[in-house]
């Protein structure tokens, strides 16, 4: 006797799937850790940025759906950001929090995209860094 389970339909795309959130994390992590290497002084060694990739942690919170586009089947997502990483010039881990926008795209069988928006990126970790410094003319 051989029981069979079958379903019918498509698995359901969600903002706050796991997978989901490791990605979008995943995504702006990639960038804070860019952040950190581009900021410090020259040169930046492996041990310096083995650190810096070990202190830096990236969460989502409260991730909601925005919009969905049935048409594209793109989800327009919300999410609370959660960034602490060393901070600039060598100081201890500051933390941030800011609102990230992005979106989700089904792909092929189980697959997904995620897009976070450059500008909506930038803002983000501009909330981090703080303004660019001005420098006398």
Same mark, same amino acid.
């Given at each position: 006797m051989f029981l069979l389970l079958g379903a019918c339909g498509e698995p359901r795309l969600e903002c706050g799937t796991a997978e989901i959130q490791d990605t979008v994390s995943s995504i702006v992590r990639d960038q804070v850790l860019r952040i950190i290497s581009d900021s410090a002084p020259l040169p930046t060694d492996a041990r310096r940025?083995?650190?810096a990739s070990k202190a830096t942690k =990236? #969460?989502?919170r409260n991730a909601r759906?925005?919009?969905w586009d049935k048409s594209r089947g793109q989800l327009a997502c919300s999410a609370s950001i959660v960034i602490a990483a060393p901070g600039?010039?060598?100081g201890w881990s500051v933390e941030t929090t800011a609102e990230l926008r992005y979106r =989700? #795209?089904?792909g092929d069988q189980e697959a997904f995209f995620v897009r976070v928006p450059y500008p909506d990126l930038m803002a983000?970790?501009?909330t981090r860094t703080g303004p660019a410094p001005s420098h006398p003319q």
């Open positions: 940025n083995a650190m =990236v #969460t989502l759906l925005i919009e600039t010039g060598g =989700v #795209t089904r983000v970790l501009a």
